[in-house]
C-alpha cells in the first residue's frame, strides 16, 4: 500500500503527482517540509524506520555493533510522534482526548536490536545480556505514552528468529538436535526469541498493575507466525515456509549479498505461496494470517475481540 515516512521525505506516486500540480501553480512560498507534513497527516503518520532499534545507535557502537541501515531508535521516533501529537488538537487537553480514544501500537521494536549483533558475529551469550536493557527501553516509552494520555496501546513481541530464512542459513549446521522436528526452525534462536517475550510478557503486567486505567494489549506474534510454520500448507503456503520467495541461492533462496530486488535476484513463482519474503519479513499472504490470528484469533493478551465495548477499539 501507499505509505509516508515523514522523517526521511520518502513519497509515492500520489505524493508526486500532488507535489508536480503543486509546483506547477508556482506555490514556492510553500515549503516542501510543511507540505509533506501536511499529506502524511492526511494519509496517517508511520514512524517506522528499516533497521530501527530500541537502544540508541551509542549503546551498540560501545559494543562494537554497526548498524547498517540507520542510526534511529525508538526515542528518535517518540520524538517524532511528540512532534506530530499537537497537529491532532488544539490543546493538552485535546491531545489527551485523541490518544484517549486511539489504540496506539508499539512497535514490533526490539527485533533489530538482536539482528544486527547476531548478523555481526556476536554470541548468543553476548546478545542475550540485551534483552533487559531492551525490555527496559520498551517499558520506559509505554509509560510515558501513558502519562501523555495513552489508555489503549498494543505492544508485540518478538518473532521466532529461528524459522527466518536468513538465520537458518546462517547459522545452517548438521546437528539435527539443534533443529524442530516439527518446523525444521533453530530451536536454540526460537528460544531466545521466547526468553524476550517473556520477559516483555511480565514488564506488561508490571505496567498494566500500576496502571489499572489503561488496557495494554500484548500481539503475541510469536505463536501467531508458529502457526505457520507448523501447518504451512493449512494455510495455502504449498511451496513450504522456510525458504525466501525470490530465487537467492542455498537450501533457503537467501544470500545476503543479493537482497530482495536486486539483481541477480528474481521472484520464485507465486508469492502468496510462500511465508517468507525475504529472509526476514514474511510475504503479504502471511502477514493477512498474522492479523486475522490477532484481531479475530486468540493471539493477543487480553483477546481484542473481548474488547471490543472500548472507545479506542471501535472507533
Not at 485523541?98 to 521494536?109: A, F, N, T
Not at 489508555?151 to 524442530?180: A, Q
Not at 510469536?222 to 520467495?245: D, E, H, I, V, W
Request: proline share 4%.
Amino acid at each position: 500500500g501507499k505509505q509516508c515516512s515523514c522523517h526521511d521525505k520518502k513519497w509515492d506516486v500520489q505524493q508526486v503527482v500532488v507535489e508536480e500540480k503543486l509546483l506547477q501553480k508556482e506555490l514556492e512560498k510553500i515549503e516542501f517540509s510543511l507540505l509533506m507534513y501536511a499529506l502524511c497527516i492526511m494519509h496517517g503518520v508511520n514512524f517506522a524506520v528499516a533497521g530501527a532499534t530500541a537502544l540508541d545507535a551509542a549503546f551498540f557502537e560501545e559494543r562494537g555493533v554497526h548498524n547498517p541501515l540507520t542510526n534511529v531508535s525508538l526515542g528518535t521516533q517518540l520524538g517524532w510522534f511528540k512532534k506530530v501529537l499537537p497537529s491532532l488538537c488544539q490543546s493538552s487537553s485535546d491531545c489527551r482526548e485523541v490518544l484517549q480514544s486511539s489504540l496506539l501500537l508499539l512497535g514490533e521494536i526490539g527485533g533489530n536490536d538482536y539482528n544486527h549483533p547476531f548478523f555481526a558475529g556476536q554470541s548468543i551469550e553476548e546478545i542475550q545480556q540485551y534483552v533487559s536493557s531492551v525490555i527496559g527501553t520498551i517499558a520506559s516509552f509505554i509509560k510515558e505514552l501513558i502519562e501523555l494520555g495513552a489508555v489503549t496501546l498494543m505492544v508485540p513481541g518478538n518473532l521466532p528468529i529461528g524459522c527466518s530464512s536468513s538465520y537458518l542459513t546462517l547459522f545452517k549446521g548438521s546437528n539435527k538436535e539443534e533443529y524442530d522436528p516439527e518446523t525444521s526452525c533453530l530451536t536454540w534462536l526460537n528460544k531466545f526469541a521466547e526468553y524476550h517475550n517473556e520477559l516483555l510478557r511480565n514488564e506488561l503486567n508490571l505496567i498494566q498493575q500500576l496502571n489499572p486505567h489503561a488496557t495494554i494489549i500484548h500481539a503475541d506474534y510469536y505463536n501467531a507466525k508458529m502457526q505457520l510454520y507448523r501447518s504451512p500448507k493449512k494455510f495455502g503456503f504449498t511451496r513450504g515456509a522456510l525458504s525466501a520467495c525470490y530465487r537467492g541461492e542455498g537450501s533457503y533462496n537467501y544470500n545476503p549479498s543479493v537482497l530482495c530486488g536486486m539483481p541477480p535476484s528474481t521472484i520464485s513463482g507465486e508469492p502468496s505461496l510462500y511465508v517468507n519474503w525475504d529472509g526476514l519479513h514474511l510475504t503479504e499472504a502471511a502477514y493477512r494470517w498474522i492479523f486475522r490470528g490477532l484481531f479475530e484469533g486468540p493471539y493477543t493478551i487480553p483477546q481484542i475481540n473481548t474488547l471490543c465495548g472500548s472507545r479506542a477499539l471501535s472507533a
